[in-house]
Structure formats: structure tokens, C-alpha cells
């Protein structure tokens, strides 16, 4: 991908990371907990989501992260169902981002069929890339690798004990980042997650 694609992808990523960590906050503050609304994370201001060298990599490698959305357990009345909760409240998130995208580009491409400006092709680019990307952080966050999200929503379905669940996500880090990197730099699929995210794409389109 050139700097041109990857500036088209931008809002995509801002809107994405920034919505999904909002959710995590404003789930933990609706269980119980305003851990996150107190550091002033339930906000649509993406300085306050966005990490630096995680957005950087994400630019650069096509992998990246934002800043963890904090939550004390101890707030919540069911710590395992309400942990489930707020994990999934940022993946599933990106899936309504990505299918709003998704149906805002199919009326586009309808309104626009005969408009060949460089403004139209680029606002098809920018929703093209805002549905893929937040469609990629749906599947990719869902995966049951620590510490992604879906590990902490299987891991709240079982019975682990605290220090099992911490070797878990000690293991897991590295894990991730070692297929992440083969997988883009060798051109080796270890995760479909590029294929999976086109058949949603074009599910909606």
C-alpha cells in the first residue's frame, strides 16, 4: 500500500480505535465501574484513545493497538459475565461502524455511478477503507489470543484461576506479535482475516 492509500485509511483507523475504546469505557461505566469514565476515557476524542507507537505500527506494519481501557473488578457485580461485557462491547462496535460504512458506500457508489471527479473516487477509497478496517478490527480483535478481546471474553467462560490467566496473557503477547510478523512480512496467511473481512464487505455492499 503507498502513503496515498494509507492517508485514505486515516478516518478509518481515528473512527475505529477511538469508538472502540469509547465502548469498552461506557460499557465498564454502565456495569458499575468508572474507572475509564474517570480518566476521562468514554469520549469521542481520539487523542484520548489513540497510542503513539501503537498507531505508528499500525501505519507502518498494519498492526498496532491503542491505549487499554482500564476497569476495576471489584466495581462490578458479576466480575466474569461484566468482563465479557466490556470486551465485547469494542469489537462489536466496529462491526456497526463497518456495516454503517458499508451501506453509506453502496448508496455512494448508486448516487455517484456518473461523477468521475477526484473527490468522488476518494470518498469512495476513505469508506471502502473505514468499512474494511473497522470489519478487520471486529475479526481480528475477536480472536481468542491474549490479550486481544476474545480471550478475555473465553476466559470469562472458564474456570482459570487468576495465576493461569496471567501465564495466558503473558504467553499470548509475544505469540501475536511473532504471527503478525511472519505473517506480513514472509506473506504467509496464518489468519484469514483479510478474506474474512472482504466477504463482510461485499456481504453489505
Not at 469505557?25 to 456495569?31: D, F, G, R, S, T
Request: with cysteine; proline share 5%; hydrophobic share 55%.
Amino acid at each position: 500500500m503507498d502513503w496515498q492509500s494509507k492517508l485514505y485509511t486515516l478516518p478509518g483507523i481515528l473512527i475505529g480505535l477511538t469508538v472502540h475504546e469509547c465502548c469498552h469505557a461506557l460499557c465498564a461505566w454502565k456495569l458499575g465501574d468508572s474507572t475509564a469514565k474517570d480518566q476521562g476515557r468514554i469520549t469521542l476524542n481520539p487523542l484520548k484513545h489513540i497510542d503513539i507507537i501503537g498507531f505508528v505500527f499500525i501505519m507502518l506494519a498494519g498492526f498496532g493497538w491503542a491505549k487499554p481501557v482500564q476497569f476495576n473488578p471489584e466495581n462490578l457485580s458479576r466480575y466474569r459475565r461484566d468482563k465479557a461485557l466490556i470486551a465485547a462491547a469494542g469489537p462489536f462496535s466496529n462491526l456497526v461502524l463497518g456495516i454503517v460504512f458499508s451501506l453509506i458506500l453502496r448508496w455512494l457508489l448508486f448516487a455517484l455511478a456518473d461523477d468521475n471527479s477526484n473527490f468522488a473516487e476518494i470518498i469512495i477509497y476513505v469508506l471502502f477503507y473505514s468499512a474494511a478496517i473497522n470489519f478487520g478490527l471486529f475479526v481480528f480483535n475477536l480472536l481468542p489470543i491474549p490479550p486481544l478481546d476474545g480471550s478475555h471474553i473465553i476466559f470469562s467462560g472458564l474456570n482459570l484461576s487468576p495465576q493461569t490467566e496471567s501465564m495466558f496473557m503473558k504467553i499470548g503477547m509475544p505469540l501475536l506479535f511473532i504471527i503478525l510478523i511472519v505473517q506480513n512480512f514472509a506473506d504467509i496467511t496464518i489468519l484469514p482475516i483479510g478474506w474474512i473481512v472482504m466477504v463482510m464487505v461485499n456481504l453489505f455492499l
